[in-house]
């Protein structure tokens, strides 16, 4: 069954000490998700590339979904401008509902939060408990490394060649959102995560 991409999660760092082009980025994406009427998912983090991101949709005049764990928000991490706000009882939860609500799933540069979240919906995807779009943002060249491993993952047969074709790799915000778009019909598989 066929359906339209109207919601993107957006996994990214939440460090603040980061490099400008990369925060530059966040908010290029942030506003073209409004501007395009997606909805944003993240972890609802009130610092790093998820708030750059946070803010930029809604300055923007869109809608952002916040998931966090009940700890997080114990620890004051939690955007406090968020359109609505999922609090889970754990990290694994958290991930179920980005993965079950979101069409689509973008990676912006992040730590190991971030790389685990995308190795995680990858290998969903590879599953076959997850059918829509993941796009990494290369920005900067931030993947570089990740890219070569996986290329090596399936050069030694560790990965098949066909799951190479799991994800798109775009280098700024304006490429991730044409994939996205251009990706505008998505097919639903019943074992997905989202009907969990």
Same mark, same amino acid.
């Given at each position: 069954?066929? @359906? ?8 990214? @760092? ?12 966040? =908010? #290029? ?27 930029? &949709?809604? #300055? ?5 979904? @916040?998931? *966090?764990?009940?700890?997080?928000? #114990? ?10 706000? *999922?609090?889970?009882?754990?990290? $694994? ?32 995807? #590879? ?6 779009? *993941? ?26 060649? =066909? $799951?190479?074709?799991?994800?798109? &790799? ?27």
């Amino acid at each position: 069954m066929a @359906g339209e991409i109207s919601t993107v999660t957006v996994y990214a @760092g939440s460090s603040s000490q980061v490099d400008e082009v990369y925060f530059n980025a966040a =908010r #290029q994406l942030g506003a073209l998700l409004a501007n395009n009427g997606i909805r944003c998912i993240n972890g609802a983090g009130s610092k790093g590339l998820m708030a750059a991101v946070t803010d930029a &949709v809604l #300055q923007n005049g869109g809608e952002v979904i @916040g998931i *966090i764990p009940d700890f997080m928000v #114990q620890e004051g991490w939690c955007h406090s401008e968020l359109t609505e706000r *999922i609090v889970t009882t754990d990290i $694994h939860k958290r991930k179920e509902l980005m993965a079950g609500m979101s069409d689509a799933c973008i990676a912006l540069p992040g730590g190991i939060g971030t790389l685990e979240e995308l190795s995680e919906i990858i290998t969903w995807k #590879q599953l076959g408990l997850y059918t829509g779009p *993941i796009v990494i943002l290369n920005v900067n060249g931030y993947y570089d490394e990740l890219l070569k491993m996986l290329e090596k993952a399936t050069k030694e047969s560790f990965m098949h060649p =066909r $799951h190479a074709d799991i994800w798109t &790799v775009a280098n700024d915000a304006a490429e991730a959102m044409e994939i996205i778009l251009e990706n505008s019909e998505w097919e639903a598989n019943p074992r997905s995560i989202a009907a969990l």
